[in-house]
């Protein structure tokens, strides 16, 4: 009876410091977890932002109604940075301080993130997925870190290589915002040339609310470019590629990366974005709609909303999937270092997204493959992967 009465007893220790550790962690209550996002719902990315967002509550929605995680219902809180830093970091505070959120997911921009770091590393927040492939995503401490994809230097990289080998392309230009994923797409495309034994030619930088690009076109023309990356926001790029056109310059290729891995980029009217090229780290929703996974995801996005997916709906729907499995793994007593190693533990195939997402201790990059497709009458096309 005594050894019962101790086993009991030392039971019920560990159960009241579980209890204690997850009481007392932020965003995490007896029936709830805060997840958080600075997110872009009207700036120059709101067309990433807003779907994204969207599909990501679609989980959230589905998931609460059937019972929560171990119980408890999940609350997206998401805050709009427009796209501009000051807006950004009154959304990191606000959600940190007052909303007390559990974890990050989904936050939109390479500099408002690297920004947020400064907020949300001395606490430990995890930061999941991010709408950024930048790099600096994965920056020291990286222990709280998780990206979902390939990189945007990968991405450009393997993007001037793809083209310098099918067309024969000699001298690479880039044209970007002057920000943190500007110059990763920069270093990206100088590294690919390197690569492939062509040319870095030319660069121009770009603010956000620019519209006019003659010039810029003018001088890369002059330059000889024939391939032209892009780090730009999506207005920005259909904008460049359809002055192109009209400017008479056929042999330039223009790359984008996942910024401009859109369904609004290829399917703008009158073909002018045909020809143009994006490296991303997962496949078209649409070109794969007859497949069950994104079949299956169409009919409940369009239940849940009332519209049509996009690609970033499919993004922010599979990323809630990845939040959900992590949190259903680390089990009920939800500690940030149960939650991190629950997500340190995920290997699966995201048939939704067509990609391998795996992590580990030492790796935090869900995907490696990066692939390569091209606008051909309003729709992206799938021509290379690496």
Known sequence: MKQLIKGFAAAT????????GWAQTQGVSDDEIVIGSVNDLSGIFAAVGVPATKGANVVFDRVNAEGGVHGRQIRFVVEDNGYQ?????QGYN????????????QSLGTPMNVAGFKLLDPKGIPNVAPLTAARQMLQEPMKNKF????????????????LNGEFGSQTVCTMYLPTDFGEEILEGSKAGAEEAGITFGAETTHKPDETDFVGSLSKLKEEGCDIVTMALGVRQAIT??????????????????????????????????????????WLDLWARAEEPAPAAFIAEYKEATGEDPVGFSMLGYSAAEMMVKALEAAGPDLTHESFIAAMESLDYMDELVGNQITYGPDDHQGADTVFVSVVENGAWKLVYEE
Do not use: E, H
């Not at 220790?13 to 204690?20: G, H, N």
């Not at 390939?150 to 450009?156: G, K, L, R, V």
């Open 13 to 20: 220790a560990l159960t009241a410091c579980a209890t204690i």
């Open 85 to 89: 830093m000051p807006r950004a970091m």
């Open 240 to 281: 460049v590629v359809g002055t192109a056109k009209k400017m008479g310059l056929t042999d330039m290729k223009f790359l984008g990366t996942s910024a401009s891995f859109l369904t609004v980029v290829a399917q703008v009217p009158g073909g002018v974005t045909d020809g143009f090229y994006a490296a991303a780290s």
């Open 94 to 105: 606000k959600l940190l301080n007052r909303d007390k959120v559990f974890a990050m997911l």
């Open 147 to 162: 990206t979902s994809f390939s990189t945007y230097y990968d991405q450009a990289r393997i993007g001037v290589k793809y």
